[in-house]
């Protein structure tokens, strides 16, 4: 049940987004040229596994992150966005996901924030 509503409420936060509609930053950023709060929304099927470091990753969790992961700086960029905190996204817990992933190229030892990759 408790799953469940924070499913809801992620959902609820992404229909607000987008009916208020996105801004595009000019030029790039460390996403290139998509805005990093764009990115975040990509980490939706991570939700549960970022608040709590015993949840099962799903297999669509990985997926985006190892692609957003390519660039480490938008991976860490997404995981401290104002959206994943919006989202309830423990970045502590965030960051361990690419381990959990079992991503062999994921990049160790990454300084996001005050936060360190495992």
Known sequence: MQASMKYLCLFGLLV???ITGFEWAEGAGECGKTPVEREAYKLAPCAAAAQDAKAAVSDKCCLEVKSIGQNPSCLCAVMLSDTAKAAGIKPE???????RCNIADRPVGLKCGAYTLP
């Open 16 to 18: 607000m987004v987008g």
């Open 93 to 99: 817990i965030a960051m361990t996901i690419p381990k």
